[in-house]
Antibody, heavy 119, light 108 residues
Framework: EVQLVEAGGGLVKPGGSLRLSCAAS????????MNWVRQTPGKGLEWVAR??????????DYAAPVKGRFSISRDESRNTLFLQMNSLKTEDTAVYYC??????????WGQGTLVTVSS | SYEVTQPPSVSVSPGQTASITCSGD??????VCWYQQKAGQSPVVIIY???RRPSGIPERFSGSTSGNTATLTITGTQATDEADYYC???????????FGGGTKLTVL
C-alpha cells in the first residue's frame, strides 16, 4: 500500500520561502512520476509541478503561476519528495498534496499540508 | 493555459442517474480523469483515460467524452456518492494538467 505523508506547511509572510516534504512508503519515488497539487477554497484543485522518473530523465514541469519560483526535487536515500517555494504570494495559500502519477492519473494522494501566506 | 469548466452544483435523488459535465476546447481528444473528494478527505480518482475505472471503483461510475465535453455519469446514485467531483485534462503538447472548478453533488 502506498502512503504519502506531507509536512512543512505553515504561516509565512509574502516574499518568504518554505520547503515542503512528502515522505513516501510502498513506492520508490525515483521510479515514479511524482507531482504536487494544491487546493484552495476558491479555486479548487490546481496542479503545481511534476518530476518524471529517473528512467524517463527526471525532467520537471511547472504550472505557469509558480514557474521560476517553485522547484520540485527528491531525495532517493530518504524516499522523499520536496517542493521548494520561494517568493511566496498570498495567492499561494492552499493545502498542498503530493501525488503519484501512473497511466495518466493521479493515483495516490497524501493528506495534504496547509500553507498560509499572509502578513 | 487551458480552461476546463464545470457546473458548481448538481442535485440528484437517491437511485436516480446523475450527470456531471465538463467542457473545454477539444476536451474529447484529451485524456480526461474524474476525481471524487468527500468532505475532509483527499481526492480519489474514479475515472481515467476518459472511461476507465481504477480497481475498486463501483461500476455505477462511468465516463464519456464527445467534442468539447466530458461527462461523468453515476447510475443508481447513493447517498454515499455525495461529494465534490473534479474533472481533469492532460495537455501533452506543452505539458500541463488542468482541473475544472469542481461540482458539488447533492443527493437529496
Amino acid at each position: 500500500e502506498v502512503q504519502l505523508v506531507e509536512a512543512g506547511g505553515g504561516l509565512v509572510k509574502p516574499g518568504g520561502s518554505l520547503r515542503l516534504s512528502c515522505a513516501a512508503s510502498g513506492v520508490s519515488i525515483v521510479n515514479a512520476y511524482m507531482n504536487w497539487v494544491r487546493q484552495t477554497p476558491g479555486k479548487g484543485l490546481e496542479w503545481v509541478a511534476r518530476i518524471k522518473s529517473r528512467s524517463d530523465g527526471e525532467t520537471t514541469d511547472y504550472a505557469a503561476p509558480v514557474k521560476g519560483r517553485f522547484s520540485i526535487s527528491r531525495d532517493e536515500s530518504r524516499n522523499t519528495l520536496f517542493l521548494q517555494m520561494n517568493s511566496l504570494k498570498t495567492e499561494d495559500t492552499a493545502v498542498y498534496y503530493c501525488t503519484t502519477d501512473r497511466d495518466w492519473k493521479f493515483d495516490d494522494w497524501g493528506q495534504g499540508t496547509l500553507v498560509t501566506v499572509s502578513s | 493555459s487551458y480552461e476546463v469548466t464545470q457546473p458548481p452544483s448538481v442535485s440528484v435523488s437517491p437511485g436516480q442517474t446523475a450527470s456531471i459535465t465538463c467542457s473545454g476546447d477539444r476536451l474529447g481528444y484529451k485524456d480526461v480523469c474524474w476525481y471524487q473528494q468527500k468532505a475532509g478527505q483527499s481526492p480519489v480518482v474514479i475515472i481515467y483515460k476518459k472511461n476507465r475505472r481504477p480497481s475498486g471503483i463501483p461500476e455505477r461510475f462511468s465516463g464519456s467524452t464527445s467534442g468539447n465535453t466530458a461527462t461523468l455519469t453515476i447510475t443508481g446514485t447513493q447517498a454515499t456518492d455525495e461529494a465534490d467531483y473534479y474533472c481533469q485534462a492532460w495537455e501533452t503538447v506543452v505539458f500541463g494538467v488542468f482541473f475544472g472548478g469542481g461540482t458539488k453533488l447533492t443527493v437529496l
